[in-house]
């Protein structure tokens, strides 16, 4: 049997399917841009990359108007888990083979999450220390570079934060995340505002 996460985009006429495969712990990428003929269109054949020699899980996909930005979960055996990505053009080309790591080593990294702004990507992820969580983010440029070498911390220190995602407004970033204060089982929804130079505009998160 095999479970499948599911990333899908789809933008200028490409349309992007990104499955996690939890069976061999593969990611595979299938594109399917098309050629109006008519009331017909024509499919390509599928592109898949893989298997990778580490596992990896749960893509996310954003789009700059010229490539796709795909991260994922990095999960190395016995050590800990790293945000990684690459970018793909509309071609289906691996632009990143070796694929580019967003997040710093330590303890683990989950459900990443990705948006375009205007000139670059904000990638945010739960960063899991041991149970004490917190959403951390990092800026990607066009052209690949991680601009936050040091990652933003995003929610609040006194939040057990998880599930993040992201979305761009034009001007600002916004992030939010699901909530668990310390000793508290039920969760709330936060979120917060970062701007495109990497700051943190909410520092005590909003409740939503």
């Given at each position: 049997?095999k479970?499948?996460f599911l990333?899908?985009?789809g933008l200028?006429g490409?349309?992007?399917?990104?499955?996690s495969?939890?069976?061999?712990?593969t990611?595979?990428s299938q594109?399917?841009?098309f050629?109006?003929v008519?009331?017909e269109?024509?499919?390509?054949?599928?592109?898949?990359?893989?298997p990778?020699p580490?596992?990896?899980?749960r893509?996310?996909?954003?789009?700059d108007?010229?490539?796709?930005?795909v991260?994922?979960r990095?999960?190395y055996?016995?050590v800990?888990d790293?945000?990684?990505?690459?970018?793909?053009?509309?071609?289906c080309d691996?632009?990143?083979p070796?694929?580019i790591?967003?997040?710093?080593?330590g303890?683990d990294?989950?459900?990443?999450?990705?948006a375009?702004?205007?000139?670059s990507?904000l990638?945010?992820?739960?960063?899991d220390r041991g149970?004490?969580?917190k959403?951390c983010g990092a800026?990607v440029?066009q052209?690949?570079?991680?601009?936050d070498?040091l990652?933003i911390?995003?929610?609040p220190?006194?939040?057990?934060?998880?599930?993040?995602?992201?979305?761009f407004?034009?001007t600002?970033?916004f992030v939010v995340w699901?909530n668990a204060t310390?000793g508290n089982?039920y969760?709330?929804?936060f979120?917060?505002?970062?701007?495109q130079d990497?700051?943190l505009?909410?520092?005590?998160g909003?409740?939503?």
């Amino acid at each position: 049997m095999k479970i499948w996460f599911l990333c899908f985009l789809g933008l200028l006429g490409s349309y992007g399917l990104l499955l996690s495969n939890a069976q061999d712990m593969t990611i595979e990428s299938q594109f399917h841009p098309f050629i109006d003929v008519g009331n017909e269109f024509i499919i390509d054949t599928s592109i898949v990359y893989g298997p990778a020699p580490r596992s990896q899980y749960r893509p996310s996909v954003a789009f700059d108007g010229t490539n796709y930005f795909v991260v994922w979960r990095e999960y190395y055996y016995g050590v800990s888990d790293v945000i990684y990505g690459a970018r793909v053009d509309r071609s289906c080309d691996v632009l990143d083979p070796l694929g580019i790591a967003i997040s710093s080593g330590g303890e683990d990294k989950w459900w990443p999450c990705i948006a375009y702004g205007n000139t670059s990507y904000l990638v945010v992820w739960t960063y899991d220390r041991g149970g004490d969580a917190k959403i951390c983010g990092a800026r990607v440029s066009q052209s690949g570079v991680v601009l936050d070498t040091l990652s933003i911390d995003v929610s609040p220190p006194q939040h057990l934060a998880w599930h993040p995602s992201v979305a761009f407004d034009g001007t600002n970033y916004f992030v939010v995340w699901s909530n668990a204060t310390f000793g508290n089982y039920y969760t709330d929804i936060f979120g917060a505002r970062v701007s495109q130079d990497g700051t943190l505009l909410d520092t005590s998160g909003i409740p939503i």
